[in-house]
């Protein structure tokens, strides 16, 4: 069975710095592009930072650009963010997600950043 | 990067058809295999309904089904249920990255 697992997420003050981890099970992780997707309260979802099963390519929403990074190790089965720089509007429940193809086959079931003083 | 177009809402009683459209630039929309849709209950993990076209994972009941013209993909929702009452999102692969319709609430009344 597939699973993804968020951890890392609080409160954090504007400006502050959060990490992110999602661990994976249930399918061969260094097979598969891996993505972050976020939901800011009562907003849709957005697609935020995805990299390949290498690591070595890696693409990312303009607006989180130069202060998010996304990483991996395969080793450990895990998906990472960094994030930096936070802003109020980096408030969001974040997901970490799977691709297959072009599609997000199996989600997490997120974990919760508040960027607040 | 802005996100692709759908309806805030559409609504149904039980045993209806509802239909929810996506439209975006043809270089997104209109390269029907890009696009996907997720069902979303809220507190819960989203949920791929439809991928390449009009492809269903296992599980998922062909009471949904895609239909595409142009830079429009639609899906649509037969036999309406309660468990359907949810947010929908299109999503579609634009060249490295990935743009989210703006969701539909879907009320089965």
């Known amino acids: 069975e597939v699973q993804l697992v968020e951890s890392g997420g609080g409160l954090v003050q504007p400006g502050g710095s959060l990490r992110l981890s999602c661990a994976a099970s249930?399918?061969?992780?260094?097979?598969?592009?891996m993505s972050w997707v976020r939901q800011a309260p009562g907003k849709g979802l957005e697609w935020v930072a995805s990299?390949?099963?290498?690591?070595?390519?890696?693409y990312y929403v303009d607006s989180v650009r130069g202060r998010f990074t996304i990483s991996r190790d395969n080793t450990e089965s895990s998906l990472y963010l960094q994030m930096s720089g936070l802003r109020a509007g980096d408030t969001a429940m974040y997901f970490c997600a799977k691709y297959d193809g072009y599609s997000l086959d199996y989600w997490g079931q997120g974990a919760l950043v508040t960027v607040s003083s | 990067q802005s996100a692709l177009t759908q309806p805030r809402s559409v609504s149904g009683s039980p045993g209806q058809s509802v239909t929810i459209s996506c439209t975006g630039p043809?270089?997104?929309?209109?390269?029907?295999?890009?696009v996907s849709w997720y069902q979303h209950h809220p507190g819960k993990a989203p949920k791929l309904m439809i991928y390449d076209v009009n492809r269903r994972p296992s599980g998922v009941p062909d009471r949904f089904s895609v239909s595409n013209s142009g830079n429009t993909a639609s899906l649509t929702i037969s036999g309406l249920r309660t468990e359907d009452e949810a947010d929908y999102y299109c999503?579609?692969?634009?060249?490295?990255?990935?743009?989210f319709g703006t969701g539909t609430k879907v009320t089965v009344l």
């Open positions: 249930g399918f061969t992780f260094n097979n598969y592009w």
């Open positions: 999503c579609s692969f634009a060249g490295s990255l990935y743009v």
């Open positions: 990299i390949r099963q290498d690591g070595n390519e890696k």
């Open positions: 043809s270089s997104y929309v209109g390269t029907y295999k890009y």
